[in-house]
């Protein structure tokens, strides 16, 4: 084939290559911008649908696999929604937030283990979103009641309104003091001593219990009875 023929093809090829890619691009960004608008008024069976078309036309557009990832998650489609965030998570887009949803991801599914590390490796100044919650129940679920009231109390601070970790607080106090036997002559929780108990009351802030607890061991009262709050 001569060299001008050649040239010719290569250049006819390229012109083509390029449409399409054009075209593809144009594609996802529709489908994209279709699925945002469904995701914004919580549509997310639909926006699903359009999130994986745009994808299914550019792979590598990370903001359609985020927001099918979180679609999955709403619509309780969990394998699903950890594969996307999963693959997110290689490429650090949204990692905070990709990060927080694999936590709870992990916690849904029992792995609490590995909800512990990845709501722990949030850690700022301020909470990304509601971690600081989740981090407390997998904390109590986990068997780290002290742990659990001490973050539970740190999310009541930020957002005194979240009525899940005042009611969560609450159940793992109960859950703390329950154990709790009182005889004339000592208080006894199983498997603390004295010193533990009071430091743990501190710890959780149940003051009155604590100061008691102190009096006690100091004078050796016994004539009040050990009431709860």
Request: with cysteine.
């Amino acid at each position: 084939m001569p060299d001008k023929s050649r040239a010719c093809v290569v250049a006819l090829a390229t012109a083509l290559l390029t449409v399409q890619l054009s075209s593809a691009s144009d594609s996802a960004q529709e489908h994209l911008g279709a699925g945002l608008k469904l995701f914004e008024v919580e549509r997310y069976s639909e926006a699903i649908k359009e999130l994986r078309l745009a994808l299914e036309s550019d792979s590598g557009l990370s903001e359609a696999q985020y927001y099918l990832a979180v679609s999955c998650f709403n619509e309780r489609k969990y394998l699903e929604a950890r594969e996307h965030f999963e693959l997110l998570l290689h490429s650090g887009y949204q990692k905070d937030w990709v990060t927080y949803y694999l936590g709870r991801l992990d916690l849904a599914a029992g792995h609490l283990d590995s909800a512990i590390r990845r709501f722990e490796s949030l850690k700022r100044p301020a909470p990304v979103t509601d971690e600081l919650y989740y981090l407390g129940s997998a904390l109590m679920k986990g068997g780290k009641a002290a742990q659990a009231a001490v973050v539970l109390e740190r999310q009541i601070r930020f957002n005194p309104r979240d009525f899940r970790a005042h009611s969560l607080l609450r159940a793992n106090k109960n859950s703390l003091f329950a154990g709790i036997i009182w005889r004339p002559d000592m208080l006894i929780r199983p498997g603390l001593n004295a010193d533990q108990l009071c430091r743990l009351m501190i710890l959780t802030g149940w003051w009155r219990w604590a100061c008691y607890l102190v009096s006690f061991a100091v004078t050796g009262m016994r004539s009040r009875p050990f009431v709860r709050p």
